[in-house]
Every structure is written in C-alpha cells, then in structure tokens.
C-alpha cells in the first residue's frame, strides 16, 4: 500500500522499523521521565520481538496483553508483530474472569499484564505464561524481524460486551495501513505533532488512530493510563501537545478547565459517537483553541467508516458524521441500520462462523446494529442504536437525537436518554443528566417540551454526578436501566 507519505508498506512492522529512518532523533514516545527517539523505539521493537521469538512464539501465534497504555505497551505490541505474532489487547476495565475468557477464546500463547492495575491480579489459564509487561522481559531478546504479509492477522480486538459476550475482530496488516494512513490526512496531524492519547490502547481508537497513525506520520506519543483531567492538563500544558482525540467526556472537561490553564498549544480534535450532541462541537469549535475538529463513525468491525472532511461547514461537522472513507462504502436498510461494505470490514469474528454470518450478509454489507440517515451529499448522520430506539405510542425515539437537545440547555453538562416501561404508551424516555448549574426536573421537561415533539419529550429526569462510562467514554446505559 503506498501512504500519503508516498512510501509503499505492505505490513505494520515495516512502517514501524522505517520510522528510525524516517525519523531518527525525533521524539517517538514521551512517558513520564522516560523518552524514545524513533530510533531508541526501533532498537526496543526489534528487541522485544526477539523476546517473543524466544519465548516461542511463532508467526500466526496469539499473545495478550492486558495492561494500561504505555511506553512498554507500544514496544511490545509492536515487537510481537514484528515477531509475526497476533496482537490480542484486553479491556483493562475486565474483572479477572472476563480477561481470562478472552484470554481462553483467543488461544494466546503468552500473556503481557501489568499486576495490580486498578487492583486486579489476574491468574493465567493452565499452560500459558505471564509475564509482566515492566518485568524486563521486552529487553531480553536479541534483535529480530521475520516475514510478515499484508494479508496475515495482525490483531484480534473484542468488541465491548455491551450487547452481548465479546467478539473477537479479526483484521489484517494490510487493512489497517491503508485506512489509518488515510485517518492522518482526515485528522490534518502532521510530521511534529504531539499527540496525547487518552482513548486507551485496547481499543482501535488508541492503538490504531493512536499508535499505528503516531508512527505512520510521525507523532510524538504521549500515552495516559488512566484519563485524570487535571494530569492531562498538566501534560498539555508541559509537553505542548498539539493532538487530542478523545470521547465527548474529553472535551467537556476540557471547557470546564479553560481559562485557569494554557491550552493554546492544541490543535487537532477527533472525536466520533452516535450521541455527540451539536452544542459539544460549537463549544469545542469556538471556545478551545483547535484549528481542526474532526467528527466520525466507526465500529471494531470495520474500523474508521466516515469522516468529516477538511473545508466541511461548521453545520456539517456538527451534524454529521461526515462521508465514508477511500474504498468504503455505506448504505441503510430500510428500517434505517446503517450497513457497510469494502476493504476495511473485518476478515470475520473469531472461531464464530455463525455470528460472522449474521453480521455480514451474502453481499459482503457488515450490519452495524447502529441507525443512521444519508443526506443528499452523502453526509451520514447517526441517530442511535437499533437496541437504544424506543416507541413511544407507536413513534420511533431515538435517544442520541434527545441527549442532543438537552445539552443544548446551558444548565446541562451532560445527558443519556434510555427507554422506560409506560402503562399507556408502551415506553417512555427517562432522562439522566449531569448538571453544571442548578436545574429541576419539571424546568428541564418543560423547556425540553418547548423544543421537540410531545413523544420525544423525557416524562422523567434522574440526576447523576457522572454518568457510567466503560472505558471507551461511552455511556453504559445497561446500567442505567
């Protein structure tokens, strides 16, 4: 595949080693007192992936690693692709028992944890060893590659587990060069760029978006374990960062903190759900100083699907979700769940025949399970979850659409609308929001029914101090049921 850099990569190890050359003695990665050069970070690479080969893993073979974002989880899992293993990352906020049936299910040969992270310890399957991923094991190899092709797997991701068990993704080398190096252009980052990294490492947000984008371009990584707004101020602040991605949660404690620190450094935004509301965006817009704000759509199974565009009207990136990307291409069905077919749809769900079929029709369209509306430009707009829609006295509601006019009230910092049992109309919304001033639930209902139609309107409102988030920054509304 050939990048925006005009360089051609056929697989992730091969960008990765050439980013030494590429370069050289520029920061690579900045984690607390430790920094790498993008030649330290090559050398450590091509150390770790000997590690791995002397530890017995072969190509194709599977290793977890269960830990939070840092130096040592970039140089492993990009060592172990280099050893032509398969990157299998694990939720860091899974109790023991959900990552060991991740674990289990993905056949890892080797698991990379960090013990005692938020207080877990995690006890290995029979036969499969641990090591700690500060432990010293990443240094004991001796420097190898091995031949890696486009089309081999290089990760199996879980899907979250909010609607059901996770899933493992699979997705190859090649699939993840082409639509990341794409990613960089959308995003307007550039060679020199600071990127903070919240969204965690697990996630595609943060290791593809994040790490894979980092080392394509040219980024200077700053990985955050554990999102605490005060220290990302700080790191904003001393390190002068340029790039932050992150959930709709990111940026309201962003608004939050202007003013009492210098954020004048910050350039780029990137930020993508179903319910990010229009308020959000004009706030980010006008009131921090990012020169770009970029919206978008994208699932574990086909990665980053829509993106708005350079030179897309305020209205536009507010919106929508923008257009699909290069090779991409997406529709709705007619009881409007957003479908999408091309490259970057996943290779399939681990040893899961049966829900690979259910997910991807006959025609090669990937149902997302999300609901959505293509304007006449293309632009696509999402309007929720097909699970999340709710029918009140025979109308469709869709919460994001509801969360979007309550965060226009200036009282509200943030809300998540959910579906509740009403004698009468079958279903009603409830309303659980996050004040930043005082509010009341009948002044909320009333401005709310001076602003959308009588069905859509919240018959009742729960406030929360925060809303229930997994890691991702998405709102847990299994929980708020």
Known sequence: ?????????????????????????????????????????????????????????????????????????IVAAFGLLTAGGVLVPVNTRFKAAEAHDIIVRSGAKLVLAQPGFLGLDFAPPPGVPVFGLKSGFLDSGSPTERKVAGDDLSDIVFTSGTTGRPKGVMMTHAQTLRLYAEWCDLARVREGDRYLIVNPFFH?????????????????????????????????????????????TLYH?????????????LRVAVTGA?????????????????????????????????????????????????????GVEIRTAPDGEILVRGYSVMRGYLDDPAATAEAIDADGWLHTGDLGTLDDRGHLRVVGRKKDMFIVGGFNAYPAEIEGFLIEHPAVAQAAVIGVPDERLGQVGRAFVVRQSPLTEAELIEWSRERMAGFKVPRSVRFLDALPLNATGKVMKDLLR
């Open 1 to 73: 595949m050939t990048t925006g850099h005009g360089r051609a990569w056929e697989t992730i190890p091969e960008m990765v080693l050439s980013s030494a050359d590429r370069f050289g003695d520029a920061e690579a990665v900045v984690d607390g007192p430790l920094r790498l050069t993008f030649a330290q970070l090559v050398e450590r690479v091509r150390t770790a992936a000997g590690a791995f080969a002397a530890a017995g893993i072969e190509p194709g073979d599977r290793v977890a690693i269960w830990a939070p974002n840092s130096a040592e989880w």
């Open 204 to 248: 595609i947000f943060g290791f593809k978006a994040g790490c894979v984008a980092s080392l394509i371009r040219g980024m200077t990584i700053l990985p955050v374990p554990v999102f605490d707004v005060g220290h990302v101020l700080d790191l904003v602040e001393r390190e002068q960062v340029t790039v932050l991605p992150g959930p709709p």
């Open 253 to 265: 404690s962003l608004l939050a903190a202007r003013g009492s620190r210098d954020l004048s450094s």
């Open 274 to 326: 179903a319910d990010i509301p229009v308020e959000l965006i004009r706030r980010v817009t006008t009131e921090l100083p990012f020169q770009s704000v970029m919206t978008g759509y994208g699932l574990t199974e086909a990665g980053t699907v829509t993106a708005s565009r350079p030179g897309d009207s305020f209205e536009s990136i507010a919106t929508t979700v923008g257009t699909p990307c290069d």
